[in-house]
């Protein structure tokens, strides 16, 4: 887990707490001097409260507001997560104090979907080489040994024409055509025209990704804690890319702002970790395949709604929009997956 987003998930976590003692109302503001009688003055805003109090107070004050969640919460959620739309709605037209803040929502949401999802990922160890196999058959540490050793020349570099031979002889090819036709390892003569390549850059590069691989497959876990790393940094980037994808299917109603787009984008995302994260619990218990499949029939549903329920639009041009928006995702998230093992691959 990156260190920015757990430093971001608990300052909002903060954020959502009640404050502390507010034990100098009715005095003047040690701010402005204006006089304070409630809990905040109503000049400056400043909590009205002493800090020059046992340390041992202090401590259970702080532990208090660091762990309170307020009435917003149980205010936002239900609407987040049960009436699709309607908490984007109501915050763009000005009813904001009621509802955690959606930039915050959307930050304790992912907080805890990475949590969750890498936490389940090391409990299932679903990357462990240690059960590489072959017709069924795990390979014990000799026999991959064995077969590393078979494919790589004295020198450290990669034997293609015996790895050719052995990926025929577990695809089932012909063994005699492998065997009466060897390969030729001699480099072809230059065509007419085209300017010889020195053959040691592209070995060089050879070499490095061959390296590279192996180091992965030597260190999962190094590759998973990059992991970790890189895909909460990226998956970030799935909100201004759905801000855009909206404010383009919506840009002649002039009713609506890139900032009323942006409001919706962060509640969709925060319905989908909190969606997810819930997911991950119930594949515990009914299987992944049960999980995903109910993930994946309730997420168009709630777009469309949401659609519906945040810009008043119809339920054909919703539609639409909706199945626009999927396939959107769908697209960013393979290449946001692409750039996750790549940037991975490359820190380890």
């Known amino acids: 887990m990156t260190n920015e987003l757990e430093t971001a998930g608990a300052a909002s976590l903060g954020g959502l707490s009640?404050?502390?003692k507010a034990d100098l109302s009715g005095q003047p503001c040690r701010n402005c001097g204006a006089p304070v009688e409630q809990r905040f003055c109503p000049s400056c805003g400043q909590l009205a409260a002493s800090f020059h109090r046992p340390f041992l107070s202090l401590?259970?004050?702080?532990?208090?507001?660091?762990?309170?969640?307020?009435?917003?919460?149980w205010r936002t959620l239900p609407l987040l997560m049960f009436r699709p739309g309607v908490l984007t709605r109501r915050y763009n037209e000005g009813k904001r104090a009621r509802y955690v803040p959606p930039f915050r929502l959307f930050l304790l949401s992912s907080l805890i979907f990475y949590l969750v999802a890498f936490a389940f990922l090391e409990r299932v160890d679903w990357i462990n080489v240690a059960n590489a196999s072959v017709d069924?058959?795990?390979?014990?540490?000799?026999?991959?040994?064995?077969?590393?050793?078979?494919?790589?020349?004295?020198?450290?570099?990669?034997?293609?024409?015996?790895?050719?031979?052995?990926?025929?002889?577990?695809?089932?090819?012909?063994?005699?055509?492998?065997?009466?036709?060897p390969?030729?390892?001699?480099d072809p003569a230059p065509e007419?025209?085209?300017?010889?390549?020195?053959?040691?850059?592209?070995?060089?590069?050879?070499?490095?990704?061959?390296?590279?691989?192996?180091?992965?497959?030597?260190?999962?876990?190094?590759?998973?804690?990059?992991?970790?790393?890189?895909?909460?940094?990226l998956s970030l980037l799935l909100v201004p890319f759905t801000m855009l994808a909206l404010a383009i299917m919506y840009f002649w109603?002039?009713?609506l702002y890139i900032y009323d787009h942006a409001i919706h984008a962060l509640h969709l995302h925060s319905w989908m970790y909190l969606v997810s994260t819930l997911v991950i619990g119930l594949s515990l218990v009914a299987g992944a395949g049960t999980a995903s499949?109910?993930?994946?029939?309730?997420?168009?549903?709630?777009?469309?709604?949401?659609?519906?329920?945040?810009?008043g639009t119809g339920f054909f041009m919703s539609f639409?929009?909706?199945?626009?928006?999927?396939?959107?995702?769908?697209?960013?998230?393979?290449?946001?997956?692409?750039g996750v093992l790549i940037a991975s691959a490359l820190s380890i």
């Open 59 to 73: 401590v259970i004050d702080s532990i208090g507001d660091t762990l309170a969640l307020d009435s917003r919460v």
């Open 192 to 233: 007419e025209g085209t300017p010889d390549e020195p053959a040691g850059a592209a070995d060089a590069d050879t070499q490095a990704v061959a390296d590279r691989l192996q180091r992965i497959a030597d260190n999962p876990k190094l590759f998973l804690s990059a992991v970790e790393v890189w895909a909460p940094r």
């Open 136 to 181: 069924g058959e795990a390979l014990s540490d000799e026999e991959m040994a064995t077969l590393r050793n078979e494919v790589l020349r004295a020198d450290g570099t990669l034997d293609e024409a015996r790895l050719e031979a052995l990926i025929r002889e577990a695809g089932g090819g012909d063994e005699a055509a492998a065997e009466s036709e």
């Open 253 to 255: 109603h002039r009713r």
């Open 293 to 311: 499949g109910i993930f994946f029939i309730a997420m168009p549903i709630y777009v469309l709604l949401s659609l519906r329920g945040a810009y």
């Open 18 to 20: 009640s404050g502390g």
């Open 320 to 338: 639409i929009r909706m199945v626009l928006l999927c396939t959107f995702w769908i697209v960013s998230l393979s290449f946001l997956m692409v």
């Open 183 to 186: 390969a030729d390892t001699t």
